[in-house]
């Protein structure tokens, strides 16, 4: 299976800062990439696909970029309702594989 | 309005048996694929089985292979995933999440979820 590596795992940021979160995968996955957001207590919520297109309904604060084996994802200006757990997941090849996850803190 | 929602969950002994649901509702059911993703207690994400739209074609995780089944009443517009010879380690929330149009395999909307716990 595609071994999916996040980092940080976790960051402490403030409203308004421009936070970056890394994804690496173990082995080429073109595009094949998507990032969601999870708050505590409440399912995971998809924010970008294909690895930089913006899922219907999400921000523009959030853009995704990279392809083969790395790729961001970059909230431009923190909002209050960002800190939450952010995960990539390749869907490359089966089995579909997540990455352990980054928590978004507020410092 | 999408919802998934599942129900089935809750306290079982080691070996025992569950019987998970996801009532699906505001699309057409039977044109989605669907899947099931868990979440043990403070760890990621896990993805754990996968049906087609017809039911025809269904993917495992090796880690619960031969153990769970999953199907789908499109008729009901519902999701089923039977979990048998349950252990410790399947303890988690178990999301139903359906399939997006253009991949099957990342999810564009997810019920809340529902917590299988495994214990004596």
């Known amino acids: 299976a595609i071994r999916m590596t996040q980092s940080p795992s976790s960051l402490s940021a403030s409203t308004g800062d421009r936070v970056t979160i890394t994804c690496r995968a173990s082995q080429g996955i073109s595009s094949y990439l998507a990032w969601y957001q999870q708050k505590p207590g409440k399912a995971p919520k998809l924010l970008i696909y294909a690895a930089s297109t913006l899922q219907s309904g999400v921000p523009s604060r959030f853009s995704g970029s990279g392809s083969g084996t790395d790729f961001t994802l970059t909230i431009s200006c923190l909002q209050s309702e960002d800190f939450a757990t952010y995960y990539c997941?390749?869907?490359?090849?089966?089995?579909?594989?997540f990455g352990q996850g980054t928590k978004v803190e507020i410092k | 309005e999408v919802q998934l929602v599942e129900s089935g969950g809750g306290l079982v002994q080691p070996g025992g048996s569950l019987r998970l649901s996801c009532a699906a509702s505001g699309f057409t059911f039977s044109s989605y694929e669907m899947n099931w993703v868990r979440q043990a207690p403070g760890k990621g994400l896990e993805w754990v089985s996968y049906i087609s739209s017809s039911g025809s074609t269904i993917y495992y995780a090796d880690s619960v292979k031969g153990r769970f089944t999953i199907s789908r009443d499109n008729a009901k517009n519902s999701l089923y995933l039977q979990m048998n010879s349950l252990r410790a380690e399947d303890t988690a929330v178990y999301y139903c999440a359906r399939g997006s149009k253009s991949s099957s395999w990342y999810w564009d909307y997810w019920g809340q979820g529902t917590l299988v716990t495994v214990s004596s």
């Open positions: 997941q390749q869907y490359y090849s089966y089995p579909p594989t």
